[in-house]
């Protein structure tokens, strides 16, 4: 049974770079993995919640190690890649879940929230993709998955800069799915609905809000980070060899109403 379950849906051996590993859903991801048996890597800008991660990853047995950048930053995240190669090869996974949520009313929304949104949400997920995915494909295995949001699919909350940004790293995903499905790297999506995370602080402080979201799903609650930890380790293990170009809702059913 566990040698069966240990095939399916082990990581020995593997090694998981994780963005945004440090926090929220990253963090509960990043766990997750490293408890199935991969070395991971995170990143992210701050080094002191990253080393929390990585001394909890340690604690767990899981080798963990962190690098840090502004994915912001298109020379950074190149210098990241290289880092990560450098220190470790390509890795095996990659798991963007690192993002930034800015998201002012349409009409006020000017260049520089619009440019380190795109910047951080979609063009890091993207060159990581570049840096890596060609050396999983060389070698016949791989697995992107990339953290989205159900405003990559419908508008809510001044989605503007944050909801384009998602719907382009879907589409992201789909031509990473078409481009390196053929030789083992699946690529996918998780689309959470509302966690309560440092991101959402602001939704979270206001009650109302809270429990109008969580009547929104069907499982009748808001999403704790816990809820990611077995569908990464799915979607991150040999169990979802014909799983590519997908989205994987994670939100109670919120989409669904
Ligand atoms: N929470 C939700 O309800 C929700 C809903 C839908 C989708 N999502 C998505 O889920 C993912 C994780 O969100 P979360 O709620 O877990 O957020 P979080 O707790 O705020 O964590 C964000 C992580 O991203 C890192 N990060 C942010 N900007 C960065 C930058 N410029 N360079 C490098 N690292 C950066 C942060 O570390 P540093 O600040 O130290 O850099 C942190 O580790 C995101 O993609 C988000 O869009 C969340």
């Known amino acids: 049974m566990t040698s069966y379950l240990s095939e399916l849906f082990g990581l020995s051996g593997r090694t998981a770079v994780v963005t945004g590993g440090?926090?929220?859903?990253?963090?509960a991801m990043a766990l997750a993995l490293g408890r199935a048996g991969a070395r991971i890597v995170l990143v992210a800008r701050r080094e002191a919640p990253m080393a929390e991660v990585v001394a909890e990853l340690r604690g767990h047995g899981a080798e963990a190690d962190a690098i840090s950048a502004d994915l912001g930053d298109r020379e950074a995240v190149k210098n990241a890649a290289a880092t990560i190669i450098d220190r470790y090869d390509v890795p095996d996974i990659l798991v963007n879940s690192a993002a930034v949520n800015l998201r002012p009313p349409l009409a006020e929304l000017g260049d520089g929230v619009w440019d380190l949104t795109l910047a951080a949400n979609l063009t890091?997920?993207?060159l990581l993709g570049q840096a890596f995915a060609p050396g999983m494909a060389a070698r016949g295995w791989g697995r992107i998955v990339n953290v989205?949001?159900?405003q990559a699919f419908r508008a809510y909350g001044n989605s503007g800069a944050y909801g384009a940004a998602k719907a382009g790293l879907v589409g992201l995903t789909r031509s990473q799915a078409e481009a390196w499905s053929p030789h083992g790297v699946c690529c996918n999506t998780i689309a959470p609905g509302v966690v309560h995370t440092p991101l959402t602080e602001p939704v979270f402080a206001d009650p109302t809000k809270v429990a109008s979201h969580a009547a929104r799903t069907m499982i009748g609650r808001n999403g704790v980070p816990?809820?990611?930890a077995g569908c990464v380790v799915f979607l991150?293990?040999?169990?979802?060899?014909?799983?590519?170009?997908?989205?994987?809702?994670?939100?109670?059913?919120?989409?669904?109403?």
């Open 236 to 257: 991150a293990s040999n169990a979802s060899q014909a799983v590519t170009g997908q989205t994987l809702f994670v939100d109670g059913g919120y989409s669904a109403t």
């Open 22 to 27: 440090s926090s929220g859903i990253g963090r």
């Open 124 to 126: 890091a997920p993207f």
């Open 148 to 150: 989205v949001s159900q």
């Open 226 to 228: 816990g809820d990611f």
